[in-house]
């Protein structure tokens, strides 16, 4: 990434992820938060899982092309969180949290 004078990088992470957040949520219509993991419950090795879920909590289908390809764009935007365990994006904060006990399980 190409950096101004100052030597500050010219698009802070925190842009894009925000920006990231905005993009998911047009393209998920009513989606507020994602989980993503690398532990498909369908697969014995490593891959990425995506759960959408409204504001109600209730989970959200979407098409598996779309699940990888978000769960890529999330891992790809926050390289350096623990993806041995799932982590939560809040579309609405664009914050990524650790969700503590919640890899593999469905829903």
Request: glycine share 6%; charged share 20%.
């Amino acid at each position: 990434m190409l950096a101004t004078p100052s030597g500050t990088p010219a698009c802070p992470d925190t842009g894009r992820r925000q920006r990231l957040a905005v993009q998911l949520a047009d393209m998920i219509p009513g989606a507020v938060t994602v989980r993503v993991s690398l532990t498909d419950p369908k697969r014995t090795w490593p891959h990425p899982y995506t759960i959408v879920k409204d504001e109600n909590g209730t989970t959200l289908h979407v098409r598996r092309t779309t699940a990888h390809i978000v769960a890529r764009w999330i891992m790809r935007a926050w390289p350096d969180a623990d993806w041995s365990e799932a982590n939560t994006l809040d579309l609405a904060t664009a914050i990524l949290t650790e969700s503590v006990g919640l890899t593999g399980q469905v829903g």
